[in-house]
């Protein structure tokens, strides 16, 4: 027998909205917990695609993501003659708001060391990769620019001869990339304030270090048998700079810029499980009041307890399965169409189902309280 299956019949209106309550809170909770995955997936982009084993960034500074930094831009060279290096490549990172085809699009203007760096990491969906040092582009197709379109960014005319797409940063704006001069180009131009301003500090760039411009950091790609703990030591005694491994840049956008998102995505979800918790709780309390006299029948031709707790928790069971199923069609269908990338990863998928089964089966111990004081003698009540 399945109290369950008969409710469904008997009463579907009310089995069909708990169900749609309970998918409605669980589809939260994945939308949540996928955003939140979403922003640490774009986050790490660029860490984890641009093959850095070290970053070395302005000292004391834990750049170039977690905050700013500005390196002198000859700084590769003379991270070239540290022993153990294999490879330097310069990087420039930053966002502005630009007007293009008359509307106002932000852009993550992301420098390449364009001929060092080809861009062969950045999966294209259209056009091609750089050919030239100057005037081309890269754009993620967010920003909704087309290969062949042009643009003009500061002074100068950029041709967008490639296309991406989920490249954007962790603020969501869309990557746009070019090479480290037009990158240092773009990012000098400025208004006509800040430039009586740059002439009043001697000439300094808005960076800090001079006419030449500035770089965020310098990628070090290290031989295969160097030792990363001696390359950075080496590097770091030098006083003016800070080195990151790639696991420590990691941690610092982790530990550091998105700690407080984690947490307020962590207090969310508890809350969302709590209430869909109280949902099913109250449901099947209410359905097993309207069966007292079911119960007590039972009870009085001898059915042992154990049948009764069963029929309750097969319930529960049911409410909680249906409203994760609904919570899944809800999370497939509407959540690849958000601005955002929404990545629900089958894992955290596992884990709410667990959740909703520990919840289901902890709030049908209310209800299954209530059947085990009825008494055989009720059912003439």
């Given at each position: 027998m399945n109290i369950a299956l008969k409710d469904m019949r008997f009463s579907a209106l009310r089995f069909a909205l708990t169900a749609v309550g309970i998918g409605l809170l669980l589809g939260a909770t994945m939308g949540m917990i996928g955003l939140y995955r979403g922003i640490v997936h774009e986050a790490l982009l660029i860490i984890n695609d641009i093959?850095?084993?070290?970053?070395?960034?302005?000292?004391?500074?834990?750049?170039?993501?977690?905050?700013?930094?500005?390196?002198?831009?000859?700084?590769?060279?003379?991270?070239?003659?540290?022993?153990?290096?294999?490879?330097?490549?310069?990087f420039i990172q930053y966002n502005q708001q630009y007007q293009i085809n008359g509307k106002s699009v932000r852009l993550a203007v992301t420098g390449i060391d364009y001929p060092k760096d080809t861009g062969s990491w950045i999966p294209l969906i259209d056009g091609r990769l750089f050919r030239s040092t100057r005037y081309e582009a890269i754009a993620d197709a967010s920003t909704g620019l087309l290969v062949g379109d042009v643009i003009r960014l500061g002074h100068d005319d950029y041709t967008v001869v490639g296309v991406t797409r989920g490249q954007v940063d962790m603020?969501?704006?869309?990557?746009?990339?070019?090479?480290?001069?037009?990158?240092?180009?773009?990012?000098?131009v400025l208004p006509s304030e800040a430039i009586l301003l740059n002439r009043i500090a001697k000439g300094r760039s808005r960076m800090g270090l001079g006419d030449g411009g500035a770089l965020a950091a310098v990628m070090v790609e290290l031989k295969p048998n160097a030792d990363p703990r001696v390359v950075k030591n080496h590097i770091k005694a030098w006083g003016d700079v800070e080195v990151l491994t790639q696991d420590e840049e990691r941690a610092m956008l982790l530990d550091g810029r998105l700690?407080?998102?984690?947490?307020?995505?962590?207090?969310?979800?508890?809350?969302?499980?709590?209430?869909?918790?109280?949902?099913?709780?109250?449901?099947?309390?209410?359905?097993?009041?309207?069966?007292?006299?079911q119960i007590a029948l039972l009870k009085l031709i001898g059915a042992r307890d154990r049948v009764i707790i069963g029929l309750i928790v097969q319930q529960a069971l049911w409410i909680g399965a249906l409203g994760f199923s609904v919570a899944l069609a809800i999370s497939f269908t509407l959540y690849p169409n958000f601005p955002r990338t929404v990545l629900l990863l089958p894992e955290d998928l596992a884990g709410i189902g667990l959740a909703l089964l520990a919840i289901s089966l902890g709030a049908s111990w209310f209800a299954i309280r209530r059947a085990m004081k009825v008494r055989a003698q009720e059912v003439l009540a």
């Open positions: 093959g850095a084993d070290l970053w070395v960034v302005e000292g004391g500074r834990s750049g170039p993501f977690a905050e700013t930094s500005a390196v002198p831009a000859s700084l590769d060279r003379r991270v070239e003659g540290v022993p153990g290096v294999s490879a330097t490549r310069r603020g969501g704006d869309g990557m746009f990339f070019v090479t480290i001069p037009d990158a240092q180009a773009i990012n000098r700690w407080r998102l984690r947490v307020q995505i962590l207090a969310f979800t508890a809350m969302t499980l709590l209430v869909a918790g109280s949902i099913i709780a109250l449901t099947i309390y209410m359905l097993t009041l309207e069966k007292i006299h």
